[in-house]
């Protein structure tokens, strides 16, 4: 049967959470529209209310409204499907249908309204993101600080060639002027 990985977004935290729904879970998903409305409870979270926002297929095209059926390749603006180019700019993409079925592969949500337990606390997001910011801090210290130590380096050897270059000219100015 059917398994989809949903992305969930949360406007008012800007903060996105993913999970992976399968059979029975997935079941009140299918055959449900972009812009429907979905009750959390059917997803296993309790007092949220969900809106399908998109979604994209096992081979990664997007789903865009107002398509019929599975794929189909079409010329379009700057929307969903086409970041878009040159002003007026028109191109030829696949994407997939608005429905959803057991070929779509990701769906994403908007969190319309929150249930009484936050989303952070569902999945476990406070340790993962704590994880995420020391690494990023301690990627971060390493680079800036070799770098750093690089320049300074560079900048005393110029000085002492440029140095060194104007000794050994002196002596054939001298040389020159002799004759």
Same mark, same amino acid.
């Given at each position: =049967?059917?398994?989809? #990985?949903?992305?969930?977004?949360? %406007?008012?935290? #800007?903060?996105?959470?993913?999970?992976?729904?399968?059979?029975?879970?997935?079941? %009140?998903? =299918?055959?449900?529209?972009?812009?429907?409305?979905?009750e959390g409870s059917k997803l296993g979270m309790d007092g949220y209310e969900f809106q399908i926002t998109g979604g994209t297929d096992y081979s990664g095209f997007p789903m865009r409204r107002g398509i019929l059926g599975e794929r189909k390749r079409i010329v379009i603006y700057k929307s969903s499907g086409f970041k878009g180019g040159l002003k007026g700019m028109k191109k030829r993409k696949t994407v997939c249908g608005h429905k959803i079925n057991d070929k779509i592969s990701a769906i994403n949500l908007k969190v319309l309204k929150e249930g009484s337990k936050k989303l952070s606390d569902l999945f476990g997001g406070k340790a993962e993101e704590a994880k995420q910011e020391e690494k990023k801090e301690? #990627?971060?210290?390493? %680079?800036?600080?070799?770098? #750093?130590e690089e320049k300074p380096e560079a900048k005393e050897q110029k000085p002492e060639e440029k140095k060194e270059a104007k000794q050994e000219q002196k002596p054939e100015q001298r040389k020159e002027e002799q004759k």
């Open positions: =049967m059917a398994s989809f #990985k949903i992305n969930i977004g949360n %406007p008012k935290t #800007k903060k996105c959470y993913k999970t992976e729904v399968k059979e029975q879970q997935a079941a %009140p998903l =299918m055959g449900l529209n972009i812009g429907e409305k979905i301690v #990627k971060e210290e390493k %680079p800036k600080e070799a770098v #750093k």
